[in-house]
């Protein structure tokens, strides 16, 4: 019986195939229990065909480390949950051939899937989530969807990359032709996903489930279907990877840096869809194992001006990348289930209460919390505070059931409100640790922060604040006057 036979034997409109991404790594998850078994295994890039095997070595509940398969091994982890598994592998461009179940992976990054009898469909949604038809000669660059084998597949075309630094931090893109091809045989049909190699590593990645549709339809898939691991994004076995920028130390054109919250991944985590949160439980699974004890997730590449005016290189963390991150986490984990989603957001928690508290004492009634701290300290004192990183951070600390806490930032800006208001109305980006207010702010990002920090106040304290309520008028009078859209109503 084939590996996808033992898991989708026995139905139900959601009962999870496995979730696939194949990069360095093949990931599945349970979308409705806590994983509840963990085991790897280690073989050598060299060992030829190599068969799943039946069980396999119990290591630690983090696995092996990805990094490894750089060094010309092939990393095979498994969880297992009812109804589900989660599967990763590593591998190197050297690797020879290795057979995983309906797998094939031969050298070069080739990857070839055993779709069984049943003749593939290929189609993508449009903007209204309605199913437009596709052959394998119009498939687009970026995702697209396939019904095979029973069930409905979210699949991207190969990507290569190389020279991904020793800490993970960036990686190179490699240019060149990847395609898909589809053939057929007395055996069945197959897919095949080709990713030339001579170097470095390859990419692949699918969805798969019995019915990838939500209640509306296939709708959610316009949340992702121009940034998710399409367009300018990447998802590796190692993090989720955005262009470098000129201000980024070492800049270059196909350079990639690991960013610690993929925004794509974290809309996709408050998505109602279920489908929705799988593709993001794909992405923010790997990006969590690159979090600190502590729970924050560093940036591992410098950026000019804060190594120049705060004295913070490579290894920093962004206050509002990791509040972010955590918040998804906390979602994720509310809605599926997963105890150790739920547990590394409270470890955040944590990290931001001491950040905070060691950069105000609090003596005046304020509590800013400065937008940027490396775990090694820096040289140019306590950063920047921006309002949209204190709003945030604020929501935060409620939706995590720390409101106590959170009315200590929320106060801090009510009690600057007026400040923050520019004489064009506009709002100042940023508050510096002697009191100066400077910057353009964002268009709209900013005004959503308030206005769901003040949602949260209503539901969680039962009161509206009046300052946030100005700022909230200045900042909608100041959009409507520039013709700014997307922000909330």
């Known amino acids: 019986m084939k590996m996808n036979e033992r898991i989708h034997r026995g139905g139900g409109r959601w009962r999870l195939l496995p979730l696939l991404l194949f990069s360095t790594l093949i990931l599945n998850t349970a979308a409705y229990a806590v994983p509840v078994d963990s085991h790897a295994i280690r073989i050598p890039a060299d060992a030829g065909v190599v068969p799943m095997p039946a069980s396999a070595v119990t290591e ?31 591998f190197p461009a050297k690797l020879r051939s290795a057979e995983f179940g309906m797998i094939t992976i031969s050298p070069g990054g080739t990857f070839v899937i055993d779709l069984g009898e049943e003749t593939p469909g290929f189609f993508t949604v449009d903007a209204d989530g309605n199913e437009q038809p596709l052959s394998i000669a119009t498939l687009p660059a970026g995702p697209f969807f396939m019904r095979a084998d029973g069930a409905e597949w979210l699949i991207m075309r190969p990507q290569c990359f190389r020279d991904r630094d020793a800490e993970g ?32 590593f390859g990419s692949f990645w699918y969805l798969r489930a019995e019915s990838l549709a939500a209640q509306d339809g296939y709708r959610w898939f316009q949340d992702c279907s121009v940034g998710l691991f399409g367009g300018i994004h990447r998802l590796t076995a190692y993090g989720y990877y955005y262009p470098t920028s000129t201000s980024h130390i070492g800049y270059a054109p196909d350079l990639y840096y690991r960013i610690p919250a993929p925004h794509i991944a974290v809309k996709l985590a408050h998505s109602p869809a279920l489908p929705a949160k799988l593709c993001a439980v794909a992405m923010l699974d790997i990006c969590r194992a690159g979090a600190s004890p502590t729970g924050d997730l560093p940036t591992l590449i410098g950026v000019d001006w804060l190594l120049r005016d705060y004295g913070l290189g490579a290894g920093f963390y962004d206050t509002r990348f990791n509040t972010d991150f955590a918040w998804a986490l906390l979602d994720l984990g509310r809605s599926l289930g997963l105890d150790e989603y739920k547990e590394q957001a409270h470890r955040f928690v944590d990290s931001l209460r001491r950040h905070i508290d060691e950069s105000a004492d609090g003596s005046d009634g304020l509590y800013f919390s400065p937008d940027y701290g490396h775990a090694s300290g820096g040289t140019g004192g306590v950063t920047h505070t921006s309002l949209n990183h204190q709003a945030a951070e604020a929501s935060f600390l409620i939706r995590a059931g720390y409101s106590s806490y959170a009315m200590r930032l929320v106060k801090t ?39 769901e920090l003040q949602l949260l106040l209503e539901t969680d304290a039962g009161r509206r604040s009046g300052p946030i309520d100005r700022l909230l008028a200045a900042k909608l009078r100041w959009m409507e006057k520039n013709g700014v859209t997307g922000y909330l109503k």
């Open 60 to 90: 630690p509940k983090s696995g092996p480390d990805p990094l490894r398969a750089a060094a010309g091994e092939i990393l095979i982890s498994r969880e297992t949950a009812p109804g589900a598994e989660v599967l990763r592998y590593c």
């Open 169 to 200: 931090g960036t990686l190179r893109i490699l240019s060149g032709g990847s395609e898909l091809r589809l053939t057929h045989d007395a055996d069945g049909w197959r897919l095949g996903a080709v990713c030339t190699l001579t170097e470095g």
């Open 413 to 451: 800006i009510e009690a600057t409100a007026d400040e923050w208001i520019k004489p064009d109305g506009d709002l100042w980006y940023a508050r510096t640790a002697d009191g100066e207010y400077f910057g353009a702010d964002y268009p709209y990002l900013t005004y959503n922060d308030l206005y």
